[in-house]
Structure formats: C-alpha cells, structure tokens
C-alpha cells in the first residue's frame, strides 16, 4: 500500500488522535474516556501521551465504543511500531539477506 505521508516521517501514533481529533470533537475529558472504556485514567492518559501502544483489547473498547473498526487503530500502532523497529534497528536488519525465490519455492 502507498501513502502520501513521507518514510522519513512517524507515523501518527493512535493516541494523538484521540487527543486532537477524538476528545475535542466529543467534548470529553480523560477521566470520562477512561470511564467510559472500563479502563483506569492512567491507562487513558499514557496511550494519549504516546507512553503507551494501544493493546488489542484497547482497539477493540474504542471501537465499540466509538463505532469505529478496531483493525484500523490496530494498523495505526502497526505502523508505528513497525516505523520505530525499522528505525531503531535499521543495521541490524541489513545483516538480513533475502532467501533467493529459486530456494523458496
């Protein structure tokens, strides 16, 4: 899949859009998020701050309670943590030689 967004650039991480764009256009706060997720404030507030990736049973609460799809928030953290290991381990990961497709198959 293409994107229009720059490789160079990081990925917007999930959080960052439920504290620009999610919680201004509901009018809610933190604490009723979390409430209204059955999570704690903490959990809330590390996923909004990006201290935390947003789990599996976290896209699935938002998307229910959103009506959103719980793949997408998924695919957001995939490509955030995708983005940070290519970058963090981008040596490394040269050391890694493609099987010839002779071999494979």
Do not use: F, Y
């Not at 809610?28 to 590390?46: C, P």
Request: glycine share 2%.
């Amino acid at each position: 899949m293409n994107s229009l967004r720059s490789p160079n650039r990081r990925p917007t991480h999930p959080g960052a859009i439920l504290r620009e764009d999610v919680l201004p256009a509901l009018a809610m706060t933190q604490v009723k998020l979390a409430e209204r997720l059955g999570v704690s404030r903490l959990t809330v507030s590390e996923l909004l701050n990006e201290k935390r990736a947003l789990s599996t049973e976290m896209a699935l609460r938002l998307g229910r309670l959103l009506d959103t799809s719980p793949e997408s928030w998924l695919a957001m953290q995939d490509a955030v943590d995708l983005w940070e290991v290519r970058n963090a381990k981008l040596e490394e990961l040269e050391s890694v030689k493609p099987v010839s497709k002779r071999k494979v198959a």
